[in-house]
C-alpha cells in the first residue's frame, strides 16, 4: 500500500526503522500558514465536472490516480490552499470538524457538496485568522487552529528515547506502530528492572517500560505511560502519566521536563534536594502559587503554606518541603490524600528558578 | 554512637530516602533538613554550614575537609550558651550523623 492511502499503517519491529519511516515521513511533509479565507473546499464529484475525467484533474492537481481514488472513496474533498489543490486526507476530519469549530455529529453525514459549502461558510466567517494546514504523504492530513504548537512524531521518540537512556540506563524496543493518526512505541528498562521493582515493591519478574503515543495530526498530542511489563508481555499502567497537547507554548521541551516524574521513586532525592537549598527565592509567595498550579494541587493552599514558610532567604528546598507537607496538613479523605500525594510528589522535579519571577 | 547503616535505617530518616542514593547522601540531608529547620524556626543560623555540605551530597563526593569544617562550626554554636538544651541536642544529633558518615568513610563503606 501506499503510504498516502488514507489508511496506510506499519508496525515496525526496530526502533531505528520507526525512527527512520518517521523522519521520511517529516520529509515529506509541509506546515502552511494561511489565513482560513485563503482555503476553499470542493468536493471531487463537483471538481469532475469542470475537468471531466479522473485523469484530468489528477493531472490539475499533480497526483496518481490511485491516491485521488482513495480520497474520493473516504472524504471526496480537495482543499485549495491559497489557489494550489490537495486531496483531503480522512485524518483531517478530526481537526476540521474540532479546531476550527464547525460542530455538530450531522456535519459528518453531509453529502460532500454540502459539506463543502458549509466548511467554506465557516472559513469565510474566520476570515484573516491563521491556520496551519499540514500535508504529508501528498494529503492534508490536519488543519490546525493558530493555538496549534508543531511537535513532529520522530523527534518525539528520537528525543524521549535519549532521555530514557540517560536515566534508565539502556531501553529494549518492543514494538512500535504508525499511521496517518498516530505513532507508537513500546520500550523497556531491563537493566534497572530489579531496582525499580525493589522501590516499588513488586515482584522481580516485571520489568518497567514506557508507552510513547503521539500524533503530530489530528489528534496533536503526546501521552506517556509508565508501565509494567509481564513476562507474558502483558502491559499494565504504572501510576502517573506525561500528557501534553501540541498547543500554545507547550514544546517537547516540556514533555522531557515530565519525564522524571514517571517511575518517580527512581530517583536520588538526597540529591535533588540538596541541589535546590543551593537556589534562593526572591518571590516565594508567587512560587509557591505557581508551583501548586503546576502541580494541579489547588492553588487556594497557598495561603496556608505561606504561613509556615520562612520570611527571609526563602529557598527551593523550603518551598518544596512545605508542598510536601501539604497533605499532611489537610483534612480530606485517605483517597484524596493519596491521589494529592502523588501530584506532590512531582514537586521535586520542579524547575524553581524557572518560577522564581513576579509575574 | 551509632554507625551509618543504623541512622540511615532510622525511622526519621526513612522519607529522606531513595533507591538511587548513597546511604551517605541521605543521612546528610536528614542532617541538613534538621539544620534548617533550627534556622527556619528562629533558633541559630546555620546556613553557612549547610551550603557547602549540600555540595557535597550534589557533587556525589565526600569531603572530609568540608565536614570538618562544618563539625567545627556545629561545636562552636554548642559552646555558645545561650541557645538552649533543644539546640543542644539537634546539634548533638547532627554531629552523630555526620562522625557516622566520616567514618563509613573512612572504612570505605558508603
Redesign the interface.
Known amino acids: 500500500m501506499k503510504k498516502g492511502y488514507d489508511f496506510y499503517s506499519k508496525y515496525v519491529n526496530a526502533f531505528s526503522e520507526l525512527l527512520l519511516d518517521l523522519q521520511e515521513r517529516e520529509v515529506d511533509t509541509k506546515r502552511i500558514d494561511v489565513c482560513a479565507n485563503k482555503i476553499r473546499f470542493v468536493s471531487i464529484a463537483k471538481a469532475l465536472e469542470k475537468y471531466k475525467t479522473v485523469e484530468a484533474l489528477s493531472a490539475k492537481i499533480g497526483i496518481d490516480i490511485e491516491l485521488l481514488s482513495d480520497t474520493n472513496d473516504h472524504t471526496k474533498m480537495i482543499a485549495c490552499v491559497e489557489g494550489v489543490p490537495y486531496l483531503l486526507g480522512r485524518s483531517s476530519w478530526i481537526s476540521i470538524s474540532g479546531r476550527i469549530d464547525i460542530y455538530g455529529g450531522g456535519l459528518a453525514a453531509l453529502e460532500p457538496d454540502d459539506k463543502a459549502q458549509l466548511i467554506n461558510a465557516r472559513l469565510a466567517q474566520l476570515g484573516d485568522n491563521l491556520i496551519k494546514v499540514v500535508i504529508v504523504n501528498q494529503k492534508i492530513r490536519a488543519m490546525m487552529s493558530r493555538k496549534y504548537a508543531t511537535i513532529p512524531a520522530n523527534e518525539v521518540f528520537k528525543q524521549v528515547a535519549e532521555k530514557a537512556r540517560e536515566r534508565f540506563a539502556s531501553t529494549k524496543f518492543v514494538t512500535g506502530f504508525y499511521n496517518h493518526e498516530f505513532a507508537f512505541a513500546q520500550l523497556m528498562f531491563p537493566e534497572v528492572a530489579q ?2 521493582s ?2 516499588y515493591g513488586l515482584p522481580e519478574e516485571l520489568t518497567p517500560g514506557i508507552t510513547v503515543i503521539t500524533s503530530d495530526t489530528g489528534h496533536a498530542g503526546v501521552k506517556i505511560v509508565g508501565s509494567w511489563v509481564s513476562p507474558k508481555g502483558r502491559f499494565q499502567q504504572a501510576g502517573t502519566e506525561v500528557y501534553l497537547r501540541h498547543e500554545n507554548s507547550n514544546s517537547l521541551e516540556k514533555v522531557l521536563e515530565e519525564l522524571p516524574n514517571l517511575f518517580i ?7 535533588k ?3 535546590l ?2 537556589i534562593e527565592i526572591k518571590f516565594p509567595a508567587t512560587v509557591l502559587k505557581k508551583a501548586l498550579k503546576e502541580l494541579g494541587a489547588g492553588e487556594r493552599n497557598a495561603k496556608m503554606l505561606l504561613e509556615t514558610l ?1 520570611t527571609n ?1 526563602v529557598t527551593a ?2 518551598i518544596c ?1 512545605e508542598l510536601f507537607s501539604l497533605p499532611a496538613r489537610l483534612d480530606i479523605a485517605e483517597t484524596s490524600r493519596l491521589e494529592l500525594e502523588e501530584k506532590i510528589a512531582k514537586a521535586i522535579n520542579l524547575d524553581f528558578t524557572k518560577l522564581d519571577n513576579d509575574k | 554512637m551509632k554507625t551509618l547503616p543504623e541512622l540511615k535505617n532510622a525511622p526519621s530518616v526513612k522519607r ?7 546511604d551517605w ?2 543521612v ?2 536528614k542532617s ?2 534538621t539544620l ?1 529547620r533550627l ?2 524556626d528562629g533558633y541559630v543560623f546555620t ?1 553557612h554550614i ?2 557547602p555540605v ?2 557535597c ?2 557533587d ?1 563526593a565526600l569531603n572530609n575537609s568540608i565536614i570538618n569544617a562544618a563539625i567545627n562550626d556545629i561545636r562552636e554554636i554548642q559552646e555558645e550558651k545561650d541557645h538552649g538544651q533543644f539546640v543542644f541536642n539537634k546539634l548533638s544529633e547532627v554531629l552523630e550523623s555526620f562522625f557516622a558518615v566520616k567514618t563509613a568513610n573512612r572504612e570505605g563503606g558508603k
Open positions: 531496582k525499580l525493589e522501590a521513586k527512581y530517583q536520588n532525592m538526597a540529591l534536594l540538596a541541589a537549598m543551593g520562612p532567604d528546598y523550603d518541603m | 529522606f530516602d531513595s533507591v538511587l542514593a548513597e547522601q541521605t546528610l540531608l541538613l533538613d534548617n534556622e527556619k546556613r549547610s551550603r549540600a555540595k551530597i550534589v556525589g
